[in-house]
């Protein structure tokens, strides 16, 4: 089943009881168990239960599969498993509680530029190399008083 087939079919399932401040979340990034999170709003306990059988229904007459449904009891927070999709169909309350946003909407993890990487690399060379001069200037001047000192005890 294509993925976005489905993730339209539950976003118009929602829109169709009056769901509210739908958010699609992409986060295979985050985790391999699925691929997208959609987060919706109902105003009362009847409508979160009607949101999420309206998307159980349409989900799979899009032809997807429900894996399992929970928090019909309460009506305060239902999560419906689509296996790729997972619905979250919150009151504004417990939505505002829990902020599944901030969990879930992390950014993907950006690859570092070779100009990057070399920076830290060019330090490290840089500091090598710093080092290795000190030690040869400190060398040079233990072998010079070395060699003063042999030239004044020659002249005593």
Not at 33 to 55: E, M, T, W, Y
Not at 61 to 89: F, M, N, P, Q, T
């Amino acid at each position: 089943m294509n993925i976005l087939i489905l993730q339209k079919a539950i976003i118009a399932a929602i829109e169709d009881i009056k769901g509210h401040d739908i958010k699609v979340l992409d986060v295979t990034h985050l985790t391999s168990l699925f691929d997208r999170v959609i987060i919706a709003s109902a105003r009362s306990n009847r409508q979160v239960n009607a949101v999420a059988g309206n998307v159980r229904e349409k989900a799979m007459a899009a032809g997807g599969r429900v894996y399992g449904s929970e928090g019909e009891e309460s009506g305060e927070w239902v999560l419906v498993d689509l296996g790729d999709i997972v619905v979250h169909i919150m009151q504004p309350v417990v939505r505002s509680y829990y902020n599944l946003e901030e969990l879930w909407d992390q950014p993907k993890p950006r690859r570092r530029r070779a100009a990057e990487k070399s920076i830290p690399e060019a330090k490290v060379a840089k500091t090598a190399k710093v080092a290795k001069v000190a030690k040869v200037a400190k060398v040079a001047k233990v072998a010079k008083v070395a060699k003063v000192a042999k030239l004044v005890k020659k002249r005593l």
